[in-house]
């Protein structure tokens, strides 16, 4: 029987299909039983339908150059 931490390690397997049935079959299992994993699969799917909306663009040089500090910002000392 899988448990919360299953369902979160499996979740875009489960969404993408990737599963086999016997392990789905328990993902959806967990899912009827458990609202906490039934709403955290749902919001990964609403991420998902989302970001296939949405054209992608590369990311600019300052952009990742923000997104480096930012890092560097929140973990100063894991250099």
Known sequence: MLNCRDIGTNA???LSGALPWHINLQV?????????CRLAVIQILTLLR???????RPASDEQVQAWLRALDDAHPHDH
Request: glycine share 6%.
């Open 28 to 36: 959806i299992w967990h899912l009827v039983r458990c609202g906490n």
């Open 50 to 56: 989302a970001l296939r909306r949405r054209q992608a």
């Open 12 to 14: 875009t397997e489960f």
